[in-house]
């Protein structure tokens, strides 16, 4: 059960757009489509962002999108706002019927 | 409104135990997998057990597997994690959180947590 790898930190500014990449296996997200993201501010618990790879739940900003090639799933947030600053995890179903989290990502918007 | 709200975190010495309990409102709880998630201080979330909406089927993460037992009522709308031989580095705020379906896919809605703090 080896974690999904991310970037430790991305950054940009205001208006730009950032992607956030998640690297797994063939054993999880390369063989399955139940890729999801979290948004979590600090003190807060974790928000779903995206589902399935790129399903947004009722409620979230059309700025967010997701996708996945091969073992790589990514994050997309356009029209970055202060508001965005915040950690990021993917998460991915697994061969073993597990679910695993990626080591966490920090956005700065600058 | 969806609520899931955890409770039973303490302070306890390794290689005691403890129970956490999860309470869920506003939505039919035998549709969906429930799991519990943890986050040691200053750390990323590291997902510890789900249980489908049934009991049918049943995951842990190898941290905790033989140790920790997940179990679920659904006349009460309740979730359960039993922690046994617990260790230091179980020290976490343990969540509580709701599937999108009925087995392992997503983590839908979260509760706030409770703390389980393991020292001697």
């Known amino acids: 059960q080896s974690a999904l790898t991310q970037p430790a930190s991305v950054s940009g500014s205001p208006g730009q757009s950032i992607t956030i990449s998640c690297t797994g296996t063939?054993?999880?997200?390369?063989?399955?489509?139940?890729v999801s993201w979290y948004q979590q501010h600090p003190g807060e618990a974790p928000k779903l962002m995206i589902y399935d790879v790129s399903n947004r739940p009722s409620g979230v900003s059309a700025r967010f999108s997701g996708s996945k090639s091969g073992n790589t799933a990514s994050l997309t947030i356009s029209g970055l706002q202060a508001k965005d600053e915040a950690d990021y995890y993917c998460s991915s179903y697994t061969f073993s019927s597990t679910l695993v989290f990626g080591g966490g990502t920090k956005l700065t918007v600058l | 409104e969806v609520q899931v709200v955890e409770s039973g975190g303490g302070f306890v010495q390794p290689g005691r135990s403890l129970r956490l309990s999860c309470v869920a409102s506003g939505f039919t709880f035998d549709d969906y997998a429930m799991h519990w998630v943890r986050q040691a201080p200053g750390k990323g979330l590291e997902w510890v057990s789900g249980?489908?909406?049934?009991?049918?089927?049943?995951g842990y993460a190898d941290s905790v597997k033989g140790r920790f037992t997940i179990s679920r009522d659904n006349a009460k709308n309740s979730l359960y994690l039993q922690m046994d031989s617990l260790r230091l580095d179980d020290t976490a705020l343990y969540y509580c959180a709701k599937d999108g379906s009925n087995w392992n896919e997503y983590f839908h809605h979260w509760g706030q947590g409770t703390l389980v703090t393991v020292s001697s």
């Open positions: 063939s054993s999880d997200v390369g063989r399955y489509n139940y």
């Open positions: 249980i489908s909406w049934n009991s049918g089927k049943i």
